[in-house]
């Protein structure tokens, strides 16, 4: 319940509440969130069976290294240090906390907590469009980032995988998804739109064979591709800027680091290469100008931060516990059997698609939110490994 009404709070106040102040590097949600996975502990240890996630773990262990690394070499400011370290913070106090409490029915309580996010999301960022229209003088509903909270846009991506799995009436389903595309392209994020389009498309291949899925995936690849290439909204100076400093991080990852080492913590996310690439490429000073956020803007890709990081190849181990939900994915033909496992699937393919083109995962504004789906999936798949009995 603990970690519930954090997620609200940062649905409902954002960044007011996850970045307010209280002392010296003391944050409000973060000392919050803190606690609570301090106080889980007893019940982490009452937990008769635990809900160990190896690749996880490993993987932390892996970062706990490279932090000390970082720390013994002086790889970079502590300060620097220890905000990029962040990322897995999040994520072993998330698994921690989940972990304490986690059984059959709180897996159900889980479910419809995110379901809830999703519905009262939809509802608050209504009521945002509505106020910014009565009381904002250059209200435009689109081409503007007009959207409430980045946990709404989340939210939103959950209310569309979860009008596909649980409305049955199927006027009032697509009714429903039409509504929710049309909402996702007046947030101003054409990754919010993306993220809900995929799900859609994602929630198509679930009751279909092996072959069909295989031709969906190829045909959704080359529609993603298309809307990057083609789409204004894919090809502004933002867009233009996340592909640089994909590029140059990626290129030097695979390159300097041979796809298995990182940089560890604390050093800059953004290398002189890519600095004089912003300037020459896309004419942006933002790093010249602000030296300080090349320790802090990371590439605007979650999954690449892990990388950078730890090395890509270590940083893969976070799929590893995702095989379960995948074998379902591909084996199953009833997209209305198992209606909780495909909710799950639908919303952590569409937050993940959004968490490639954004900050999500290495603040605390909705990394929550997205370990609670991302857990709540591994489980459900343990719980219910429904791919073997499929006939």
Not at 70 to 92: C, D, E, K, T, W
Not at 338 to 364: M, T
């Amino acid at each position: 319940m603990g970690l519930f009404i954090l997620i609200e709070l940062l649905l409902i106040y954002a960044e007011t509440f996850s970045k307010f102040h209280i002392y010296g590097p003391f944050y409000l949600f973060d000392t919050l969130f803190f606690l609570l996975a301090l106080s889980s502990a007893f019940y982490f240890l009452r937990q008769k069976e635990k809900f160990y996630v190896w690749p996880v773990m490993i993987m932390l262990g892996i970062s706990i290294l490279y932090l000390g690394y970082s720390y013994l070499y002086h790889v970079g400011p502590v300060n620097y240090m220890i905000r990029q370290y962040a990322l897995f913070i999040y994520l072993g106090l998330s698994w921690f906390i989940f972990s304490s409490y986690i059984n059959d029915q709180f897996n159900d309580f889980n479910i419809r907590f995110i379901v809830l996010i999703g519905l009262v999301s939809v509802i608050i960022q209504m009521g945002y469009h509505g106020y910014l229209a009565i009381f904002s003088d250059h209200y435009l509903p689109f081409g503007e980032f007009n959207y409430f909270s980045k946990m709404g846009i989340l939210g939103i991506i959950v209310f569309g995988a979860w009008a596909l799995c649980f409305i049955k009436n199927t006027r009032i389903k697509w009714s429903l998804v039409a509504f929710y595309l049309f909402l996702s392209t007046t947030l101003g994020h054409s990754s919010a739109f993306l993220a809900c389009f995929v799900v859609v498309m994602t929630y198509l291949m679930l009751g279909t064979s092996r072959k069909v899925k295989i031709t969906a995936l190829t045909f959704l690849g080359l529609s993603l591709l298309l809307f990057i290439l083609f789409l204004p909204q894919f090809s502004d100076q933002n867009a233009e800027w996340r592909l640089v400093y994909w590029k140059s991080a990626l290129g030097e990852i695979l390159k300097s680091h041979f796809a298995l080492l990182g940089h560890g913590f604390g050093a800059p996310y953004a290398s002189q290469e890519v600095i004089d690439a912003f300037r020459e490429q896309i004419n942006s000073p933002w790093f010249e100008v602000r030296p300080e956020e090349a320790y802090v803007t990371p590439m605007h890709n979650s999954f690449i931060t892990f990388a950078f990081h730890i090395g890509l190849i270590p940083s893969l181990l976070l799929f590893i516990p995702l095989k379960k939900a995948i074998r379902y994915f591909i084996k199953v033909k009833h997209h209305t059997k198992f209606p909780k496992n495909d909710f799950l699937i639908l919303c952590f393919v569409g937050v993940s698609v959004f968490s490639a083109f954004n900050v999500v995962l290495e603040l605390p504004h909705s990394s929550s939110f997205y370990w609670l789906i991302y857990f709540s999936l591994i489980y459900q798949c343990r719980k219910q490994d429904v791919a073997q009995d499929e006939k």
